[in-house]
């Protein structure tokens, strides 16, 4: 016999003493009344019989079993999320300008510009522009992680069993179909 089933039994067996207490203290407070009336109130325990002083009467207890369904939470897996640093090469055209000195010299013939203008040199400062490349740190896109409770209906299959009361004639013995 399983827990459930002793536990089945022992609620029985208490219910079958608390209303056969309850109907001998309503008799007790009414005065006894008659014998037919109390005949409707016998109770048994599982497993016995109880025979009254007016007719034999057998009260068979027919158990069945019932479904209770409970659930536990599994785990079924886990997400690992984490941040990797990918580093790519990025090919950037920069337009720079630079400068270049140029000198004409012309022939004596008339045509002739002097460079110098007296002087023995001259400084003529030539530049160039340079790529400067700097980072800075971006917002490029948010990755938001949420987990969703999400309801759904799990049809169960499960076997129960409940017993009957079958009735086999022997012979000529009446049976009163109304009380089977």
Same mark, same amino acid.
């Given at each position: 016999?399983?827990?459930?089933?002793?536990? &089945?039994?022992?609620?029985?067996? @208490?219910?079958?003493?608390?209303?056969?207490?309850?109907?001998? @203290?309503?008799?007790?407070?009414?005065? @006894?009344?008659?014998?037919?009336?109390?005949?409707?109130?016998?109770?048994?325990?599982?497993?016995?019989?109880?025979?009254?002083?007016?007719?034999?009467?057998? =009260?068979?207890?027919? @158990?069945?079993?019932?479904?209770? =369904?409970?659930?536990?939470?599994?785990?079924?897996?886990?997400?690992?999320?984490?941040?990797?640093?990918?580093?790519?090469?990025?090919?950037? &055209?920069?337009?720079?300008?630079?400068?270049?000195?140029?000198?004409?010299?012309?022939?004596?013939?008339?045509?002739?510009?002097?460079?110098?203008?007296?002087?023995? &040199?001259?400084?003529?400062?030539?530049?160039?522009?340079?790529?400067?490349?700097?980072?800075?740190? =971006?917002?490029?896109?948010?990755?938001?992680?949420?987990?969703?409770?999400?309801?759904?209906?799990?049809? =169960?299959?499960?076997?129960?069993?409940?017993?009957?009361?079958?009735?086999?004639?022997?012979?000529?013995?009446?049976?009163?179909?109304? &009380?089977?």
């Amino acid at each position: 016999m399983t827990g459930d089933e002793l536990r &089945a039994n022992i609620l029985h067996t @208490f219910e079958a003493i608390v209303s056969t207490l309850k109907h001998w @203290f309503g008799v007790i407070a009414s005065g @006894f009344s008659d014998r037919e009336h109390d005949r409707e109130y016998i109770r048994t325990v599982p497993g016995s019989m109880d025979v009254s002083e007016i007719d034999q009467q057998h =009260v068979v207890d027919l @158990f069945g079993e019932s479904i209770r =369904v409970d659930k536990e939470r599994v785990e079924q897996g886990e997400l690992l999320i984490r941040k990797e640093v990918i580093t790519e090469t990025q090919m950037i &055209a920069v337009p720079v300008t630079r400068e270049e000195l140029v000198v004409e010299r012309r022939s004596k013939d008339g045509r002739t510009l002097e460079v110098l203008r007296g002087k023995q &040199a001259i400084r003529i400062p030539v530049s160039q522009e340079r790529v400067i490349v700097s980072k800075q740190t =971006v917002l490029n896109e948010q990755v938001r992680v949420s987990r969703h409770r999400i309801e759904e209906k799990k049809i =169960v299959s499960v076997p129960v069993k409940h017993e009957q009361v079958s009735i086999r004639r022997e012979g000529d013995a009446p049976i009163n179909k109304e &009380a089977a």
